[in-house]
């Protein structure tokens, strides 16, 4: 886990450069252009469909007895926007992530490979369509997962645990073909995701940690005003964008890394005769 480590900290410098920041400007104005209007326009019918569905079968009366059985009966007034940033949530993180994986991290490939790596060779075994077709169907069965989870809200320790597993499945499965894409072969990125998948998966469950907190900043404002519901979405998107910023600079490290030394060991290893 060294290795991991070092990456850590190469990504925590290099996501504050001038060139990073900039970076993120592209994902995070485009997650602000369609959150902004899809909550512009569709956040109060959602709120009242959602509300309309709750009176009909009923759900008032069973959420609010769960919620004074967990000694949570303040939040019966707001079980239905809580609902509404449990159900919004994984397209956020969905749409952030397929930002970010299209939009930045090439480009934070080629940062760290022309600053850390320049002597690594681009074997280009991956593409720009399959980094599209790995994002779309990563971020559409995480988005599934996530909205079969969401029981689990009864038990919060539990949904965090199993949240954070659905975080370091999907980034390390979306931003290690990423990472790799234009350096590695299609064989040697399968070695190194076969090799390396723990140490990918604690990457992307540490990350998963860090990417709960905008939901529960979004769910603490909601709690106390339907006012903030908007305002805190674009906040949560805008840390979504950060927080994949900086687990993109932390895969790229690492990948880049994994796969200097795999070469250094493929060509130390002695040659069969």
Partial sequence: MNGVAIAWGRALRAQFSGRMLLLSLVPLLLSLLVWGALLWFGLQPFLDWLHAVFADYGWFQASGSMLSTL??????????????????????????????GIFAMPAIEAYVGRRQFPRLERKEGGSFAGSVW?????????????????????????????????WGWVTSR????????????????????????????????????????????????????VVLFPFLAILSAWLYVMIFLFTGLWFQYYCLQALQDLRAANASAPVAS
């Fill in 134 to 166: 790995m994002n779309l169907t990563s971020v559409i069965v995480f988005a599934g997962l996530w909205l079969m989870t969401v029981p689990l809200y009864a038990v919060p320790p539990v949904a965090v645990l199993v949240q954070a597993a659905l």
């Fill in 174 to 225: 979306v931003m290690s073909y990423d990472a790799l894409a234009a350096h590695a072969s299609p064989a040697e990125r399968q070695a190194l995701m076969k090799a390396r998948r723990w140490q990918l998966l604690a990457i992307g469950m540490v990350s998963g940690v860090l990417g709960a907190m905008p939901g529960i900043a979004w769910m603490g404002g909601a709690v106390l005003s």
């Fill in 71 to 100: 000694g949570l009966g303040v939040l019966q007034v707001m079980v239905v926007p809580l609902m509404a940033i449990i159900l919004l949530l994984p397209l956020m993180i969905a749409t952030s992530l397929l930002f970010m």
